[in-house]
Structure formats: C-alpha cells, structure tokens
C-alpha cells in the first residue's frame, strides 16, 4: 500500500486565477511526478520531482510549477489559468527513477 | 518523438469472454511498459509492469506480453467479469527519460452481464 493522496478532490476555478494542488506519499517514495489527462486522453507528462529538485520537464509553460518538499509530500502550481487548464491532475510516486510507479487519485480541476 | 497507440479505443463484451487489448509503440529503445486500469473520474491503478528484457507478466486473471522488437504489447484478461469495465491504458518508459511514462489514450472496455 502505498498510500498516495491529493487534495482537494475537485476544484473550480475562472479564468486568469492561480491554483496550487498537492499530493503526499509514504515516506522513502522519494520521486514525484505530475501529469494532466484531459477528458477521453492519456496522461501527459508535466514535470518529475526528485530529492526535492526537478528532474525532468514535459511540453508545458512555466506557469505550471512545483515543490517537493523533505517529507517528500510535493505541490503544483499552475498561474493564469485558462480554460484549456481543466483537466484531471496525476500526482504519481515512485521509489526512485525507472521502478514501478504508484498514482493518486487525482484532483479534478475546471476552470470557467 | 515515441508515439503510444490503443487498439480499438472502446470494446464491449458479454461477461466470461476473454479481452484482448493492443498497444503499439513506435521506438523500442524503451525501458519497460505498464499497463494500468483508470475507473470513470478516478486515479490509475497499476496492472503489470513488463521489463524490457521480459517477455510476458501475470497476475491472476491478466496477462500481458511484450515485443520489443515489433513495437507491440498485448493484455489479456481471462474469463472477464462486469468489474472489469474500465479504461486500460498502456505507458512506455525510454530510456534516459527519468522514468516519465508516455502514454497511449486508453481502451474502455465494458463487460455486460
């Protein structure tokens, strides 16, 4: 069990706002990557934490960026919202670079 | 740029059939497939995780098989029940990507009693 939470569960937002988005894991899952899934499509790539520096970036703007923090737990933030921004957003753990990857259960963002 | 594709992208089946789900991938300088289950509005689940030196996995009623070389993976799931309706996605890890996973868009399977 790896214990992989987000929070919030759903969120509403409008357009131009900001929003910050979190996940936490059990301690020793020390790599923390983020994805968004728009309705009906695979996952896609944002950014991967490791040991609290970021360790690789997909094909998203610099509004989007995060954190993670000693106890491993991690943040996004997204700026200026736009509507193209509603989407489902994966936090997923691993314990370490190329093992098995454990998903939380996601935050469902709209933005209006 | 590695390209993940789902075959067929919805399938539905009478409960007790066996499923068939395809994934191709286009560069097979992978380091290992997953392949993971998503219910409606929820997380994914991981089903198996196939290393680029093995050749199948099982677990239960799943299997999943992997060929590097033609760029292909397979999942079977034996005697399917209507708690097997989902979305199943497959995802390609390369190499010297820090582990991220490209994904295909998923197959949705439903399962009538």
């Known amino acids: 069990e790896t214990g992989v939470t987000q929070s919030p569960t759903h969120l509403i937002k409008t357009r131009g706002q900001q929003v910050t988005l979190r996940c936490s894991s059990q301690?020793?899952?020390?790599?923390v990557s983020w994805y968004q899934q728009a309705l009906g499509q695979g996952p896609q790539f944002i950014f991967q934490?490791?040991?609290?520096?970021?360790?690789g970036r997909g094909n998203f703007p610099p509004r989007f960026s995060g954190l993670q923090f000693p106890n491993y737990s991690s943040e996004l933030n997204v700026n200026a919202l736009e509507l193209d921004d509603s989407a489902l957003y994966l936090c997923?753990?691993?314990?370490?670079?190329?093992?098995?990857?454990?998903f939380g259960p996601g935050t469902r963002l709209t933005v209006l | 740029k590695q390209e993940v594709t789902q075959i067929p992208a919805a399938l539905s089946v009478p409960e007790g059939e066996n499923l068939v789900l395809n994934c191709s991938f286009t560069d097979s300088a992978i380091y290992n497939l997953q392949w993971f289950r998503q219910d409606p509005g929820k997380g994914l689940t991981s089903l198996l995780l196939?290393?680029?030196?093995?050749r199948e996995q099982t677990s239960g009623r799943l299997n999943a098989s992997l060929d590097k070389s033609s760029g292909r993976s397979t999942l079977y799931i034996a005697a399917s029940q209507p708690g097997d309706s989902a979305t199943y996605l497959c995802?390609?890890?390369?190499?010297?990507?820090?582990?991220?996973?490209?994904f295909g868009a998923g197959t949705q399977v439903v399962v009538t009693p």
């Open positions: 196939i290393q680029s030196s093995q």
């Open positions: 997923d753990i691993s314990l370490g670079i190329y093992n098995e990857q454990f």
């Open positions: 301690s020793g899952h020390n790599t």
């Open positions: 995802a390609v890890t390369e190499r010297n990507s820090w582990g991220k996973l490209q």
């Open positions: 934490y490791y040991r609290e520096e970021e360790n």
